[in-house]
């Protein structure tokens, strides 16, 4: 029973390019968070989706970001012509179903680091 | 928005002592959850709270949500270095199921 499933874990852009981070959840779960640590930061908020649905994307970014879930494949955030302050690692995780009271599984992450 | 806020943001214990991190909301929450996340690692989940005034126990590891539901805290006894790592908190309110996560708290253990 595979767990959250991230790729690419370590990812190198130069400035101005696109990063792509696609994570696929745990069999049976149905929703998906993305978060953006920074070193030595705690976890941000970043968007909440379920297939083919934007739930919460409070904490994205107004331009370059974006994200989506569709029906068939992994989830995917995108961001795009990136810059250096983009370094940072960015977890995936799901859950079960929407209610308040939802647990994550966190995927193991992905590395971005822009030149 | 809602806010989470932790204290300490850094704890340096020699290896027996006792150690608390401290977590507050600026709203009520439905329910609290606390992770673990190891150097390098990625955050595991360790528990969660959902009644006022709850504790809950696990080994050396005591949680607390407090009456009101906007704080709780996260006792570990003799600590270990095993227990090296960040321990974050996260709220979650109302039926969105969205999470807000603290800042953490990072545990160096020193044997």
């Known amino acids: 029973n595979a767990g959250v499933m991230q790729n690419p874990r370590h990812l190198v852009r130069r400035r101005g390019q696109e990063a792509r981070l696609r994570c696929s959840p745990m069999k049976g779960h149905s929703h998906v968070y993305w978060y953006r640590q920074l070193p030595e930061e705690g976890l941000k908020f970043m968007v909440y989706?379920?297939?083919?649905?934007?739930?919460?994307e409070s904490g994205m970014p107004k331009e370059r970001f974006s994200a989506e879930f569709p029906k068939e494949g992994p989830s995917i955030l995108r961001i795009q012509q990136v810059v250096r302050g983009d370094s940072a690692a960015y977890f995936c995780a799901s859950s079960p179903r929407q209610s308040g009271a939802n647990v994550l599984t966190f995927g193991a992450g992905s590395r971005l680091t822009v030149l | 928005g809602q806010q989470v806020m932790q204290i300490p943001q850094y704890q340096h214990v020699q290896e027996g002592e006792d150690f608390t991190t401290y977590c507050n909301s600026s709203?009520?929450?439905?329910?609290i959850q606390w992770y673990k996340q190891r150097p390098g690692g990625h955050p595991v989940f360790l528990i969660q709270?959902?009644?006022?005034?709850e504790v809950k126990k696990q080994k050396r590891l005591t949680f607390q949500f407090g009456e009101a539901k906007k704080n709780s805290s996260l006792h570990i006894t003799a600590t270990q270095t095993t227990d090296v790592g960040t321990y974050f908190c996260a709220g979650g309110s109302g039926n969105t199921g969205k999470l807000i996560f603290g800042q953490g708290t990072t545990l160096q253990v020193k044997p």
């Open positions: 709270l959902v009644k006022s005034g």
């Open positions: 709203t009520t929450l439905s329910n």
């Open positions: 989706l379920q297939k083919e649905n934007i739930i919460d």
